[in-house]
């Protein structure tokens, strides 16, 4: 039995489901958190670990993503409690599709799925398919439209988080006088988010001495080579048997005198235990949660520039509102631009006029918008 006092609060959440499949085994959560802008938004994971509490604090993120990038969404997230190394493909599938027809009754009318840990645009065709509107998620291949030509798939390789995390880092770099191209750059994970920054940062010059995955960390103080990176990896399944570099421990990342850090891979990686040894001078979390609350406050009382998770990595959430409305590759990239580089901009300015922390700035603005929508919808709803 879920407690939900332990995190409902004046903005939601407004839905918590938990849904099961006899035939399959699929055990499924969804949150709904806020819809006062529209339907929830959010990424469907598939980790063996996922569960309510994790699910609501990435859904509550999700609402204030897609009000402070202005997009008609709200914010919600759901879960599939697998793991896809021990499962076929086949079977894997089969859990999408009944997660898919299970939430029928609210998808895509109060939720909206997307690509997230372990899923991807062939997840995202399975669902739309076996939900029966394609309207029901987004981050679907390129071919798959409604019409020929109109509100097609936005496809994973544009690396929409990727190149949203990038304008960020960017743009938070310039504003502490670090300039990205003499700086030094760590990333942490090598997935879906990090490999698209590394490769950004490569085109625009950036030195990237360190990379992690899930069986460690590759160093190297004169820089790396994306293109040798991703080949590696692909070769290898590991970014720590590139050459020439220093193979360290995947929590040593974090000790590493650069400028810069990107947690790009899971939450909380960046905790009591290693905060107190981070060096770099600017924090841009590309995943989400991916710093507890305590430690975000400790690296703001440093001096550190911290730029929030739901300000960072909105890029994929603008993606989705691209595809959404039938926009093109070229034009998504764009409007992620655009966004990203207003928001942080914004943010910094809110934090430094007011002398309060990026996250507080950006949930001062979030939580009036939020706010002013749903005494609208009330409103409506009363009269």
Not at 37 to 42: E, F, I, R, T, V
């Amino acid at each position: 039995m879920v407690d939900i006092e332990k995190f409902a609060d004046e903005w939601g959440p407004e839905k918590v489901l938990q849904v099961y499949d006899s035939n399959t085994g699929m055990k499924g959560i969804l949150i709904i958190d806020n819809t006062a802008l529209g339907p929830g938004k959010g990424g469907i994971r598939m980790t063996p670990t996922v569960n309510v509490e994790e699910v609501f604090r990435l859904a509550r993120t999700m609402t204030w993503k897609c009000t402070l990038a202005e997009l008609p969404f709200g914010g919600a997230k759901s879960g599939i409690i697998a793991n896809p190394k021990k499962i076929s493909k086949e079977e894997k599938m089969n859990l999408i599709k009944a997660f898919a027809v299970a939430l029928k009754p609210f998808s895509p009318s109060q939720y909206i799925a997307a690509p997230d840990i372990n899923t991807g645009e062939e997840e995202m065709a399975a669902y739309a398919l076996a939900n029966g509107s394609l309207k029901s998620c987004t981050g679907k291949p390129a071919d798959m439209c409604v019409r020929p030509g109109e509100e097609c798939g936005i496809p994973h390789e544009y690396g929409s988080t990727g190149y949203g995390v990038f304008q960020a880092t960017k743009l938070a770099a310039e504003h502490i006088g670090i300039k990205l191209k003499e700086g030094t750059t760590a990333i942490d994970g090598f997935g879906n988010v990090g490999s698209f920054l590394a490769k950004y940062l490569s085109e625009f010059g950036a030195k990237i001495v360190a990379i992690s995955d899930s069986k460690g960390c590759i160093y190297n103080p004169d820089g790396l080579d994306y293109e040798k990176l991703k080949k590696v990896k692909k070769e290898t399944r590991s970014v720590i048997n590139y050459e020439p570099g220093e193979v360290l421990r995947y929590e040593e990342i974090f000790e590493l005198p650069v400028d810069i850090l990107v947690p790009a891979s899971i939450p909380d990686v960046i905790n009591e235990k290693n905060v107190d040894e981070i060096k770099a001078k600017v924090v841009v979390e590309a995943a989400n949660i991916p710093v507890t609350y305590e430690s975000e406050k400790r690296l703001n009382k440093k001096g550190v520039l911290v730029i929030p998770d739901f300000i960072a990595n909105a890029g994929g959430v603008i993606s989705s509102y691209a595809e959404y409305i039938g926009e093109n590759p070229q034009r998504m990239l764009q409007m992620v631009e655009e966004k990203i580089v207003k928001n942080v901009r914004l943010v910094i300015e809110k934090a430094e006029e007011e002398k309060i922390a990026p996250r507080d700035a950006a949930l001062k603005i979030a939580q009036k918008r939020v706010k002013e929508a749903m005494e609208k919808r009330a409103k409506v709803e009363n009269t």
